[in-house]
């Protein structure tokens, strides 16, 4: 596909699991976000990677969040005995460039994940 | 800390009218203003942006006025359509940082 694909785009989950979530970024971007959107908090930065570069992780909220990219492509967004809390939706995006003024974001449908 | 503070958190405009949303930022280093549309179950996309040496952009029925002075910037949709209908968010950002910071978004409903 064109776009940033994410999967799952739902999972329920009992509270103390892990869940994996993953994005597909569009072919040549080379930066890939991680956003969390929560009913009535708007859009809250968790992690971003660019290229090579390390990953600028200032926006996970825990040590129960982690990320990571292989090969520059495909990242996987785990986080680890789920809370109540984490329910959201998990939006991915991607851009060409990663030079925030200058790059448009694309943003995938998100996955929307529910802790029971 | 919030750093972009958008308003109202939902607004209903009739058919025909004009839809003006709101934003103020607090950090002066700032120069880059993107607004997203997001549709129900979609992601978000990008609507419009502006820079800080232009006062207004517009593209379409969409216009954004930035007041550099004041540190806010507007979305002023003109001939609000239903499929205008959606969450829209402001976003602002500076050089050589990667994220966007969002406002908290709006509901916009058109009624026809």
């Known amino acids: 596909g064109a776009g940033v694909s994410q999967s799952p785009s739902n999972k329920v989950t009992e509270k103390g699991k892990d869940v994996e979530l993953r994005c597909d970024p569009i072919?040549?971007?080379?930066?890939l976000y991680w956003y969390r959107q929560s009913l009535g908090q708007g859009l809250e930065f968790l992690i971003y990677?660019?290229?090579?570069?390390?990953?600028?992780k200032s926006g996970l909220p825990s040590d129960r969040f982690s990320a990571e990219r292989t090969g520059g492509s495909v990242s996987t967004l785990t986080i680890q005995r789920t809370q109540q809390e984490d329910s959201a939706v998990y939006l991915c995006?991607?851009?060409?460039?990663?030079?925030?003024?200058?790059?448009?974001?694309?943003f995938g449908e998100g996955s929307r994940l529910t802790v029971l | 800390q919030q750093q972009v503070k958008q308003s109202p958190q939902s607004l209903i405009v009739q058919k025909g009218g004009i839809s003006i949303i709101n934003c103020a930022y607090e950090?002066?280093?700032?120069?880059?203003f993107p607004w997203y549309q997001q549709f129900p179950g979609k992601g978000p996309a990008l609507l419009i942006a502006?820079?800080?040496?232009?006062s207004e952009k517009k593209e379409g029925r969409f216009t954004i006025s930035f007041n550099k002075s004041a540190k806010q910037f507007s979305l002023h949709i003109m001939d609000s359509q239903p499929g205008d209908s959606a969450t829209y968010f402001c976003?602002?950002?500076?050089?050589?940082?990667?994220?966007?910071?969002f406002g908290k978004g709006t509901m916009l409903l058109v009624s026809p």
């Open positions: 995006a991607s851009s060409y460039t990663g030079t925030m003024n200058t790059g448009e974001l694309f």
């Open positions: 072919s040549g971007h080379t930066a």
């Open positions: 990677f660019q290229g090579n570069s390390a990953p600028d």
């Open positions: 950090n002066t280093a700032f120069d880059y």
């Open positions: 502006i820079r800080p040496d232009v």
């Open positions: 976003a602002a950002s500076r050089s050589g940082y990667s994220t966007l910071t």
